[in-house]
């Protein structure tokens, strides 16, 4: 039946019916904020003491002041550290990349059609993900020593665990028809994944690797906490004596390094992909 008109010759609007799914956004979100109400009950979930806070919140406050005090005569101490961070982080991002690339095609089922070695291979890197970059740096510690080696090698373990499972990803989500191509003409799955996969992973490669350096700069630091070498030894030190001055500069010069990295980075990215 059409609607009658209006009474300036307009007929109104005809409203669609709303999508069989919408309830599902709406619901999702209550179900998130329900749970996290829950987690936060006392008894329930986390214990969380805002009494503590409003308590002790002076302390908090008195240690800010001194975190807005750099003492900059501390700064030719921190510079060893510093550069041996820059070290570790280059040298696991280039190794980690390079053992990475062949690890995504036998991760990816686009160029590992082989579903055994696939498994095999995903399990393997599901592991080597599943531990914490800080433990595996403890353990590393216990058994070579400290210094950075164990850091260089927890941060290895590290990026080759993100950079095969996103790049792998990329590669499953990408186009087959050339791969599908080179299979009818009789190409080895060698060949194939060099001449026509590797053109299309490149990008993605290219842009994990990049953010894993990144990465390595911040987590670099977190490791020599338990003696894996770079400024992280430095920060446990003056976190010993309470020297928050010391550390605010450190965190300073953390913080220019990770943005210097970022727009340089960034830069390279518009460049390769």
Do not use: H
């Not at 214990?47 to 750099?70: E, H, T, Y």
């Not at 498994?119 to 400290?146: C, E, F, H, T």
């Not at 260089?152 to 990329?170: H, P, T």
């Amino acid at each position: 039946m059409t609607p009658p008109a209006s009474a300036n010759g307009a007929r109104p609007l005809d409203i669609p019916p709303r999508p069989p799914g919408a309830w599902k956004g709406p619901a999702i979100a209550a179900a998130v904020v329900a749970a996290t109400v829950v987690m936060c009950l006392p008894g329930v979930g986390i214990d969380v003491d805002l009494d503590a806070i409003a308590r002790n919140w002076q302390n908090g406050a008195d240690k800010v002041v001194k975190l807005l005090l750099p003492d900059w005569s501390f700064f030719p101490r921190t510079l060893p550290p510093l550069i041996e961070t820059l070290q570790m982080a280059v040298i696991a991002t280039a190794i980690g990349a390079a053992v990475s690339l062949p690890l995504s095609f036998w991760a990816a089922r686009a160029t590992n059609p082989n579903g055994p070695a696939r498994v095999v291979v995903r399990g393997i890197l599901n592991v080597v993900r599943s531990v914490p970059d800080l433990l595996y740096a403890a353990i590393l510690v216990a058994m070579v020593g400290v210094g950075a080696l164990p850091g260089i090698l927890a941060l290895l373990l590290f990026n080759v665990g993100i950079i095969v499972k996103l790049v792998s990803e990329a590669i499953d989500t990408n186009d087959r028809g050339p791969l599908e191509a080179g299979r009818a003409v009789g190409a080895t799955q060698a060949r194939i994944n060099r001449t026509l996969a590797l053109p299309d992973a490149w990008p993605a490669f290219a842009n994990q690797t990049l953010y894993v350096f990144e990465l390595n700069v911040r987590a670099s630091t977190v490791l020599g906490l338990v003696g894996a070498g770079g400024m992280g030894l430095l920060i446990d030190a003056v976190r010993t004596f309470y020297r928050y001055d010391q550390l605010s500069l450190i965190i300073l010069e953390i913080l220019i390094v990770v943005i210097v990295i970022d727009l340089v980075s960034d830069a390279v990215r518009r460049r390769l992909v």
